[in-house]
């Protein structure tokens, strides 16, 4: 008998990887979502990649009647992945207020439903973004969480906090909270990838979009930080590879006796590049030069961040299997294929 997961968010871009690598490991996931930021072609796509025809709920999980009808409807589930929540950073800034909302009402109406139907197990979407700008780098677990910088890491830091005390009252949830890094590339079919939704804010769909033609020219966020080559440094890690770490994740906790866990783990190649070395890669595995200009800092950002995965690695036997390159010429595949659709 498979073991039944329900993905929330599970038609957006590291939700849809995630169904298709829970497929392919033996799972039946179930896909919900309300399609705010996801198209729902999506759907159909994973269905051709993966050969199956995907159980899908469409309905917000922040409505506890739509979720439990969903657990109703699908009987025994073995556990959830939630990745339905709102997030970009420059927009929680203006709608601090919706992002609380969303964020925290879906978190709660999840694990409320798992409790009441004692559905075991549980993976968060949590982000890097939670430790700001450290002191000491690569950042471990162990590296102090700081005061956000946006609305929106504040709901990933207190979410990560509601888990934790959920935990810690004594509720029959096994939890683990996955912190990404920068996420980016796409599926080797290019049947699925990234879809901003307008002008995108980061840097990988910006740069494919600019090689596409679609945007004028890519803006270098600053060159004057205090980095080798005065640009910001982040830890681009494969999508597909951090939906495999979903999956590990899971089995991870399905391995655990005790019914009641919670841990944390860095999802990230272990190793930081710049924006510089972003673009000269991409030129290098796609073949298109790329026209930039420097231009002022992007309040907010941070100078550098990327992780230490050793825990992962160990303890959930994940090791990322991608390069920057691969990430980058998946990421170009999928543009390409996006003009040609
Ligand atoms: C990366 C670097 C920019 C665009 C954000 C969120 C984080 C997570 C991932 C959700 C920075 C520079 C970017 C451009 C540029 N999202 N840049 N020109 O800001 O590290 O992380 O997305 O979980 O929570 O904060 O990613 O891709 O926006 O920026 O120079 O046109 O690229 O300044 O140094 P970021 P990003």
Redesign the pocket.
């Known amino acids: 008998m498979k073991k039944k997961i329900i993905v929330t968010g599970g038609a957006g871009y590291i939700g849809s990887h995630t169904v298709v690598e829970l497929f392919n490991a033996g799972f039946e996931p179930v896909i919900v979502d309300n399609f705010s930021n996801a198209d729902k072609s999506v759907v159909a796509r994973i269905n051709e990649i993966t050969g199956s025809n995907i159980e899908l709920h469409e309905g917000d999980c922040c409505d506890e009647v739509f979720l439990k009808g969903v657990i109703e409807a699908e009987g025994a589930v073995d556990g959830f992945i939630h990745f339905a929540a709102y997030?970009a950073?420059g927009e929680s800034v203006k709608k601090p207020l919706d992002y609380y909302r969303n964020n925290f009402d879906s978190l709660l109406t999840v694990l409320k439903a798992m409790m009441e139907y004692s559905i075991p197990h549980f993976v968060f979407s949590s982000?890097?973004?939670v430790y700001g700008q450290a002191a000491v780098l690569p950042v471990t677990e162990e590296t102090p969480v700081q005061k956000q910088e946006s609305p929106?890491?504040n709901t990933k830091k207190v979410c990560e906090e509601m888990i934790n005390d959920a935990v810690n009252s004594g509720a029959k949830l096994k939890c683990i909270s996955l912190r990404?890094f920068?996420?980016i590339g796409a599926h080797a079919s290019a049947k699925i990838g990234e879809l901003p939704l307008g002008v995108?804010?980061?840097?990988?769909p910006?740069i494919t979009q600019a090689a596409a033609g679609i945007r004028r020219q890519?803006?270098?966020?600053?060159n004057d930080y205090d980095t080798p080559d005065g640009?910001?440094i982040?830890d681009y890690i494969h999508v597909v590879d951090l939906a495999k770490a979903h999956v590990k994740s899971l089995e991870y906790l399905g391995s655990r006796k005790a019914d009641n866990f919670y841990d944390v783990f860095n999802v990230g190649t272990g190793k930081g590049n710049s924006?510089l070395e972003v673009i000269k890669a991409f030129e290098k595995a796609s073949g298109q030069k790329l026209i930039y200009r420097i231009g002022p800092r992007?309040t907010g950002?941070i100078v550098q961040i990327y992780g230490n995965v050793n825990k992962a690695n160990k303890l959930l036997d994940w090791k990322t299997e991608m390069t920057l390159e691969d990430s980058l010429r998946d990421a170009w595949e999928w543009q390409k294929g996006l003009g040609r659709s």
């Open positions: 997030k950073v982000s890097c973004t929106y890491g990404y920068n996420p995108p804010q980061n840097l990988v910006f890519l803006t270098v966020f600053g640009t910001c982040r924006v992007r950002d």
